[in-house]
Nanobody, 122 residues
Framework: QVQLVESGGGLVQPGGSLRLSCAASGFSLDDYAVGWFRQAPGKEREGVSCISGSDGSTYYPDSLKGRFTISRDNAKNTVYLQMNSLKPEDTAVYYC???????????????WGQGTQVTVSS
């Protein structure tokens, strides 16, 4: 069964850090680009980051550069999202997605996880 499973979400204070994990089963992430999207209540889904499968190139929106870092461990079939200096506006459900290349449009991805909640609050 092809599956992406996110973990690592939770409640963190402003300024804190979290590391999200996206573990794949049923297929190898080696040949896939893996991205993260997030959706806050009442807001549009937005891209957070993506890492290519071919050369490991990474992509971030300008608003998140310097705070978020995406990485992959192909041996573990897992992609990570390290989030630092978290702000209340980072509160959202974070989704892991996979496709052959990185896309800005979340609808173009082939596989989706169920999401993990990140809440940044004091």
């Amino acid at each position: 069964q092809v599956q992406l499973v996110e973990s690592g979400g939770g409640l963190v204070q402003p300024g804190g850090s979290l590391r999200l994990s996206c573990a794949a089963s049923g297929f190898s992430l080696d040949d896939y680009a893996v991205g993260w999207f997030r959706q806050a209540p009442g807001k549009e889904r937005e891209g957070v980051s993506c890492i290519s499968g071919s050369d490991g190139s990474t992509y971030y929106p300008d608003s998140l550069k310097g705070r978020f870092t995406i990485s992959r461990d192909n041996a573990k079939n897992t992609v990570y999202l390290q989030m630092n200096s978290l702000k209340p506006e980072d509160t959202a459900v974070y989704y892991c997605v996979a496709a052959k290349i990185c896309y800005n449009d979340y609808q173009r991805y082939d596989y989706w996880g169920q999401g993990t909640q990140v809440t940044v609050s004091s």
